[in-house]
T-cell receptor
């Protein structure tokens, strides 16, 4: 599959669970991103990775832990989340520092119960 | 600090009428500006970039540095234009893309 693929599409987890979100891009991009999309807030940038190195952490709580093993894969590990963390989590990729914008995945709809 | 403001959360127009979705930004340098669109049940996708000065699906947007605006316009709205529209800004030489809150556009038949 081409583009940016996110799995799972939907996830329901309890506050004591540990789960992971996965993102994969087949575009040859060298930068990947996690965004959080909540109902009443703008898209919030969470993490930026360039060439597998984290270059930005936008004051994200430590219960969210990203991992980027290579330029094509990005994970978001979740543990002891709160109900307010329920949101759509979007992954995106780009060529770092170009001006073509980002390519987004379809997102993972996360519900914390 | 970089900030993008879309003052209208909801905008409703009739088919065939002109559409303008407002976007204002706050940034001290020369920004790169984008419009993204999210149709129902589809992923967020790039609509147009100010740097390319292109028209996509009949939409255009002009960067007005004096007014710090990047409004999206279309002279004749179509029903398939109904979607969520996001304005986004990238700082000069930067990588981070900052989004506005989005405007939900509804085109009535």
């Amino acid at each position: 599959e081409t583009g940016v693929t996110q799995t799972p599409r939907h996830l329901v987890m309890g506050m004591t669970n540990k789960k992971s979100l996965k993102c994969e891009q087949h575009l040859g991009h060298n930068a990947m991103y996690w965004y959080k999309q909540s109902a009443k807030k703008p898209l919030e940038l969470m993490f930026v990775y360039n060439f597998k190195e984290q270059t930005e952490n936008n004051s994200v709580p430590s219960r969210f832990s990203p991992e980027c093993p290579n330029s094509s894969h990005l994970f978001l590990h979740l543990h002891t989340l709160q109900p307010e963390d329920s949101a759509l989590y979007l992954c995106a990729s780009s060529q770092a520092l170009d001006n073509y914008g980002y390519t987004f995945g379809s997102g993972t709809r996360l519900t914390v119960v | 600090a970089q900030r993008v403001t879309q003052p209208e959360k909801l905008l409703s127009v009739f088919k065939g009428a002109p559409v303008e979705l407002k976007c204002n930004y706050s940034y001290s340098g020369s920004p790169e500006l984008f419009w993204y669109v999210q149709y129902s049940r589809q992923r967020l996708q790039l609509l147009l970039r100010h740097i390319s000065r292109e028209s996509i699906k009949g939409f255009t947007a002009d960067l007005n540095k004096g007014e710090t605006s990047f409004h999206l316009k279309k002279p004749f709205a179509q029903e398939e234009d109904s979607a969520m529209y996001y304005c986004a800004l990238k700082g000069q030489g930067a990588q981070k893309l900052v989004f506005g809150q989005g405007t939900r556009l509804t085109i009535n038949p």
